[in-house]
């Protein structure tokens, strides 16, 4: 079977879940998903007036598509959430936890409720309160293959000035993801793929103001999802982008902290790469 007709066979007839979905790349995971023909959506986001447009945008005679306004910081309206999408949409065949916020200052000036609190909710337990909502009915049905595909960032990698919390969060998302590929493989449930995503920094407006590092260019929103969908498609464990991702993963190895310190402040510039952060309001 060629690549065409397996990524076919994931997403053509499916139920796609998709979070933080009103906009950025979370909108075009949506629109990948209704152009490759899945048969049922459902659009999480905190913006409702933003998923119900996408949801009549894309929906059509053989697409259903839903909105669903969701507070992903709080576990019970994970919950409630769910089981609407399940009454309404159906049990998820592919989710995307693409939803996420990102604080840029130093760790003392965050909030402990607003910032680190929050970031944590949104990046990390919420991704995984999903999930479990969600995993009963991906073990059981083994008819199709199913995914899940887990936005990360290559600040769960290495650490970077400016982005504790947010790094934390995504270090907790990678570990927590490649756990669960691991116990899903070991308990003999190889129908369900999942795939963590590392990417830099993408132009979506999150990350306003950051400086890519050396040869590490800023991705834009399409070139982060296609090569996100493409290894979610192929069941492929990590996906990171662009090749610096994994070159800076294996030096930060490879050297002694205080030499690697160095490297990454004065020859990639990857610990001043925030110092001109601006972000945007994210809620």
Known sequence: MGRDSAAASVVTGATVLVTGAAGGMGALYARRAAREGAARIALWDVDDAGIRELADELETPSTTVRGFAVDLSDRDNIADAAARTRELVGDADVLINNAGIV?????????????????????????????RELLPSMITDTARPKRI????????????????????????????????????????????????????????????????????PIMTPEQAVTA?????QDGRPIVARPWTVKLGMAARGLLPTRVWDVVADRIFGVYSSMDHFTGRAER
Not at 119 to 131: E, H
């Open 103 to 131: 604080r840029g200052k130093t760790f003392w000036e965050h909030d402990p409720t607003t910032d680190i609190e929050l970031t944590m909710r949104i990046n990390s337990l919420a991704p995984m309160w999903l999930t």
């Open 149 to 216: 595909l887990n936005i990360a960032s290559a600040a769960g990698t290495l650490a970077n000035p400016n982005m504790s919390v947010y790094s934390a969060s995504k270090w907790a998302m990678i570990g927590w993801s490649e756990s669960l590929r691991l116990e899903l493989h070991r308990a003999g449930h190889r129908h369900i793929a999942v795939t963590t995503f590392c990417p830099s920094y993408v132009s979506t407006g999150m990350f306003a103001g950051a400086r890519g590092p050396l040869w590490t």
């Open 228 to 232: 996100a969908w493409q290894g979610m």
